[in-house]
């Protein structure tokens, strides 16, 4: 398996405070993708990267924000957290090429 | 664009029974084809794959899944199940070009029970 931790692994929050996850991984995968899991929804893109500061939005991208600045390093902020956003995140790193997708233990986010 | 559509939110078997669980997908291009397993209060594991190789496509834990393009379908398989294979099962296609090239778009999950 890949080398994929996520940081905090829980977080309660309050409504209106940014909040940052993190995604470390150790197998120099090129991308790296943000993913929230929702009851019913499966999994929803939020944003990916394909490479350093390489970023874009996916499906479910408003109220997020994310940076890379280092192969290993994926960022995900929410810049004002709502209760909408109580999800549990995933990152999940791809050697690239339509090879399998990693993915890491998850973040479970209550916003109160 | 593509989409996936599990039918059944939840299967239950009895252990020894076998194991259905039924993914269709649209895409506007051949699609890559994956199921994922994901165990309580963890990650998800790739299951299986299909890449445009073989149709039959045998995974992990004795699990397989057949594509079947006239019926848009990648319904998972598994002649005996245990009950280890309780879990939440994904189904997922991949788009190969447009705008929905490199991109992983997820079923609703089928929760899986198996009863001794």
């Known amino acids: 398996d890949a080398g994929i931790t996520q940081s905090p692994r829980h977080k309660v929050t309050e409504t209106g405070t940014p909040v940052t996850l993190r995604c470390h991984q150790t197998?120099?995968?090129?991308?790296m993708y943000w993913y929230r899991q929702d009851p019913g929804h499966g999994l929803r893109l939020i944003h990916y990267?394909?490479?350093?500061?390489?970023?874009d939005k996916g499906e479910v991208s408003d109220g997020y924000s994310v940076s890379r600045s280092k192969t290993e390093d994926f960022l995900l902020t929410l810049e004002s957290a709502t209760s909408s956003q109580t999800s549990v995140y995933f990152c999940?790193?791809?050697?690239?090429?339509?090879?399998?997708?990693?993915f890491g233990p998850g973040t479970r986010l209550t916003v109160l | 664009a593509q989409s996936v559509t599990q039918l059944g939110s939840h299967v239950s078997v009895s252990e020894g029974a076998l194991v259905l669980l039924r993914c269709n997908y649209s895409?506007?291009?051949?699609?890559?084809l994956f199921w994922y397993v994901q165990y309580p209060n963890q990650g998800l594991q790739l299951l299986l794959k299909?890449?445009?190789?073989?149709?039959l496509v045998k995974g992990i834990n004795g699990f397989e899944a057949e594509f079947k393009k006239s019926e848009t379908s990648f319904h998972l398989t598994k002649p005996s199940a245990h009950m280890s294979d309780a879990a939440e099962y994904f189904c997922?296609?991949?788009?190969?070009?447009?705008?929905?090239?490199?991109?992983?778009?997820f079923g609703q999950g089928t929760i899986l029970t198996v009863h001794p």
């Open positions: 997922a296609v991949r788009g190969a070009g447009g705008t929905s090239y490199g991109k992983l778009t």
């Open positions: 999940a790193t791809e050697q690239g090429g339509y090879n399998e997708q990693f």
């Open positions: 299909y890449t445009s190789a073989a149709t």
């Open positions: 197998e120099n995968h090129r991308y």
């Open positions: 990267s394909y490479g350093v500061k390489d970023t």
């Open positions: 895409s506007s291009v051949p699609p890559y």
